[in-house]
């Protein structure tokens, strides 16, 4: 990969960042002139007034939490462990000190998060002889040759007053972002169209901020 080509793809990752937090911040001060919360999950956050009273939802994993973020009110959330605790997954593993023998060597689904926040939903097994053991193994390098790498790479790394010097050097940033900061769930899958089913459903389900079904390009 270039440095030019590396430079150009930064700006407009930058340009298309600016329009969402211009966006997401218009959104927040006309919640604040409307008097309620900003929230994607409207099904789950319409627990005003005398609709809902003190009444609590009726499935727990689509419970919203509310983070603070410096407003009244903040901004909404929905509790994704609690899906993916319904759906099957396993317990969250670090992806700096995680040992990937333990992980299934079988296609499968898997989430990334930081913290509170899905960044990616993937799968493994597609061509019938990935799996997750492999395919997080991978991810958890840095290597800006695979999607998740690159993504994490324009999305929330790259800064164009400090580009990196070559796509090894983009890697090791990569690399340093996921040891210190993603963790990872998984659910082991009897093959790569019932990971694919599952996968498509929790982009679609928890919005990843990298690849979830409403960015371009990302299916």
């Avoid at 990969?1 to 966006?23: D, F, G, I, P, W």
């Amino acid at each position: 990969m270039r440095m030019t080509a590396v430079h150009a793809e930064t700006e407009r990752k930058l340009q298309e960042r600016s329009v969402r937090c211009t966006e997401k911040h218009c959104d927040r001060d006309r919640a604040r002139l409307l008097g309620g919360p900003s929230c994607p999950v409207s099904a789950a956050c319409t627990t005003s007034g005398a609709a809902q009273g003190n009444k609590r939802l009726s499935s727990g994993h689509i419970q919203a939490i509310l983070m603070g973020y410096g407003t009244p009110h903040g901004e909404c959330r929905v509790n994704f462990h609690g899906i993916l605790d319904d759906n099957g997954f396993g317990p969250p593993i670090p992806m700096g000190t995680a040992d990937w023998s333990l992980v299934p060597d079988t296609p499968g689904v898997y989430v990334i998060f930081v913290e509170d926040e899905v960044i990616y939903v993937g799968m493994a097994g597609r061509d019938g002889k990935g799996s997750l053991r492999r395919r997080l193994r991978d991810h958890a390098t840095g290597q800006v040759v695979n999607m998740f790498a690159q993504y994490l790479l324009f999305d929330r790394i790259l800064d164009p007053t400090d580009l990196p010097n070559s796509p090894q050097e983009g890697g090791r940033r990569c690399r340093a972002y996921i040891r210190q900061f993603c963790g990872v769930r998984v659910l082991p899958a009897s093959n790569g169209a019932a990971a694919r089913a599952v996968e498509i459903k929790l982009r679609g389900e928890l919005a990843p901020t990298l690849n979830g079904l409403k960015r371009k390009g990302t299916l």
